[in-house]
């Protein structure tokens, strides 16, 4: 596809094509579903033996009830108009797809091999890919009036099923103020001034306010979170956690090194078979030597990344330190862990929530010195707790 032709196709899409209203959520339970549903059910399937529902010649497999939540997820928002409907579309989409997924090794293999060593690397990958998304979905911000006209259609039928709140009155009176005001979209000014009239007090039934249980719970971990993850605090957990993890990967590089050396026979001695154990490696090929040297290629770059980032915190240098810290942790979680799932699915996952937490405390630190304004040139930062 030439590039002219894109560009000529993404502009049309995105004059017809509008993010729904709080999409980045729907995506959010959606991933929250995916990531439970495939590690819940190895870890379920690992500890229960693998049993089988059926008998015989009939197996009843897991992927069928991931279809048929898949089913339900797509049939419900065609059914039910109402918006409350498409939280659960998403949770039940995200179970869905993780319980069809995760069953990839026996649609990939003559043989259907749920244990085929490429599954895990299928399903990191495709949720990888979602975050990605979830990403895009996020940044992404209604503008122009036909966006504007259409998140306001959403907010009216929320009036409709329980009222406004006078903070939703607010945004939909702005939503609609912006699209009156587009001079672009001419043909739309009419309709979004006679909309705009439904906005003046005592048109929409109004509501109070009144936060959920989860509202609430997020509310109360954020307010945990601004009076104890203070700057300087964060600060020293990262330089702690960063250190850390850099020189794990450095000692599994050495392992991998000290290992490939020692298997140019065909064996290894008891030192190394434990660093064999401890790196998860099992060359069988040349495929498996490929991804050994892709793999500790990887391992020094991030290593190397992690441990420079460390010695900027520590000199002060915030900016700095957390972008090469945000690129390190970024590449292990979708290069690295993508070989690590290949040899060691539980190990690799381990590895994943574990940088994943590091990395959203980066960007919580990034966040706070962004607010302060931090000097990058090389000078101790004043952050206290």
Same mark, same amino acid.
């Given at each position: 596809?030439?590039?002219?032709?894109?560009?000529?196709?993404?502009?049309?899409?995105?004059?017809?094509?509008?993010?729904?209203?709080?999409?980045?959520?729907?995506?959010?339970?959606?991933?929250?579903?995916?990531?439970?549903?495939?590690?819940?059910?190895?870890?379920?399937?690992?500890?229960?033996?693998?049993?089988?529902?059926?008998?015989?010649?009939?197996?009843i497999s897991h992927a069928l009830w991931g279809g048929l939540l898949l089913f339900l997820a797509a049939l419900i928002p065609l059914l039910v108009v109402n918006r409350v409907v498409l939280i659960w579309a998403a949770l039940l989409a995200g179970i869905g797809a993780?319980?069809?997924?995760?069953?990839?090794?026996?649609?990939?293999?003559?043989?259907?091999?749920?244990?085929?060593?490429?599954?895990?690397?299928?399903?990191?990958?495709?949720?990888l890919l979602a975050v990605w998304l979830y990403a895009r979905v996020r940044g992404a911000r209604a503008r122009g009036a036909r966006a504007q006209l259409h998140v306001a259609l959403e907010l009216l039928g929320d009036a409709i099923d329980d009222g406004l709140s006078?903070?939703?009155?607010?945004?939909?009176?702005?939503?609609?103020?912006?699209?009156?005001?587009?001079?672009?979209?001419?043909?739309?000014?009419?309709?979004?001034?006679?909309?705009?009239?439904?906005?003046?007090?005592?048109?929409?039934?109004?509501?109070?306010?009144?936060?959920?249980?989860?509202?609430?719970?997020?509310?109360?971990? %954020?307010?945990?979170?601004?009076?104890? *993850?203070?700057?300087?605090? $964060?600060? /020293?957990?990262?330089? #702690? =956690? @960063?250190? &850390?993890?850099?020189?794990?990967?450095?000692?599994?590089?050495?392992?991998?090194?000290?290992?490939?050396?020692?298997?140019?026979?065909?064996?290894?001695?008891?030192?190394?078979?434990?660093?064999?154990?401890?790196?998860?490696?099992?060359?069988?090929? %040349?495929?498996?030597?490929?991804?050994? *040297?892709?793999?500790?290629? $990887?391992? /020094?770059?991030?290593? #190397? =990344? @992690?441990? &420079?980032?460390?010695?900027?915190?520590?000199?002060?240098?915030?900016?700095?330190?957390?972008?090469?810290?945000?690129?390190?942790?970024?590449?292990?979680?979708?290069?690295?862990?993508?070989?690590?799932?290949?040899?060691?699915?539980?190990?690799?996952?381990?590895?994943?929530?574990?940088?994943?937490?590091?990395?959203?405390?980066?960007?919580?630190?990034?966040?706070?010195c962004a607010a302060e304004q931090p000097s990058d040139r090389g000078v101790p930062e004043n952050a206290s707790d």
């Amino acid at each position: 596809m030439s590039f002219p032709f894109r560009r000529l196709l993404r502009r049309r899409l995105s004059r017809r094509l509008v993010a729904r209203l709080a999409a980045e959520r729907y995506m959010l339970l959606m991933l929250i579903g995916f990531a439970a549903s495939v590690l819940g059910t190895r870890a379920f399937l690992a500890l229960t033996g693998y049993p089988q529902v059926g008998g015989g010649t009939l197996h009843i497999s897991h992927a069928l009830w991931g279809g048929l939540l898949l089913f339900l997820a797509a049939l419900i928002p065609l059914l039910v108009v109402n918006r409350v409907v498409l939280i659960w579309a998403a949770l039940l989409a995200g179970i869905g797809a993780g319980l069809f997924v995760d069953e990839v090794g026996k649609f990939i293999t003559a043989d259907n091999d749920y244990f085929f060593p490429a599954a895990a690397p299928i399903a990191y990958a495709l949720f990888l890919l979602a975050v990605w998304l979830y990403a895009r979905v996020r940044g992404a911000r209604a503008r122009g009036a036909r966006a504007q006209l259409h998140v306001a259609l959403e907010l009216l039928g929320d009036a409709i099923d329980d009222g406004l709140s006078e903070r939703d009155r607010a945004q939909l009176r702005q939503r609609i103020g912006s699209a009156a005001a587009d001079p672009n979209h001419r043909h739309l000014q009419p309709l979004a001034a006679a909309m705009l009239g439904l906005t003046r007090p005592g048109v929409l039934p109004l509501r109070e306010h009144r936060p959920g249980q989860v509202a609430r719970l997020v509310a109360a971990v %954020r307010a945990w979170m601004d009076r104890t *993850l203070t700057q300087g605090r $964060l600060r /020293a957990g990262l330089v #702690a =956690a @960063l250190g &850390v993890l850099g020189l794990f990967i450095l000692s599994d590089l050495t392992a991998i090194v000290a290992v490939a050396v020692d298997l140019r026979d065909g064996t290894t001695g008891e030192v190394l078979s434990t660093a064999n154990e401890f790196t998860r490696i099992n060359i069988e090929d %040349r495929r498996g030597v490929l991804l050994l *040297l892709v793999r500790a290629l $990887l391992d /020094a770059c991030v290593g #190397a =990344a @992690l441990i &420079v980032a460390t010695g900027l915190l520590l000199r002060g240098v915030a900016r700095r330190a957390a972008r090469l810290a945000q690129a390190g942790l970024l590449t292990s979680l979708s290069a690295v862990n993508l070989l690590v799932f290949y040899l060691d699915q539980f190990a690799a996952a381990a590895s994943a929530l574990s940088q994943l937490a590091v990395l959203l405390a980066v960007q919580r630190y990034q966040r706070l010195c962004a607010a302060e304004q931090p000097s990058d040139r090389g000078v101790p930062e004043n952050a206290s707790d």
